[in-house]
């Protein structure tokens, strides 16, 4: 079985469960798991909090799933 679905736009994982089960109560289950994610991702690490005055340094991490570096 496969199926076609369009992903919103949250970079996650997602957990697909499955539950069958006949007429004379047999039942199976299946547990699939999906990751959405870019090729080329620049995930921010900003602070939670920021208080008047507070001076910061943003960084942010870079992943490339891509073949070309």
Do not use: C
């Amino acid at each position: 079985m496969s199926f076609k679905f369009t992903a919103p736009e949250a970079l996650t994982r997602w957990k697909l469960q499955l539950l069958a089960h006949t007429k004379t109560l047999q039942s199976a289950t299946k547990t699939l798991k999906a990751v959405t994610q870019k090729e080329l991702m620049v995930v921010p690490n900003a602070p939670r909090f920021l208080r008047e005055g507070d001076k910061i340094i943003f960084s942010s991490k870079i992943s490339n799933l891509t073949e070309k570096y």
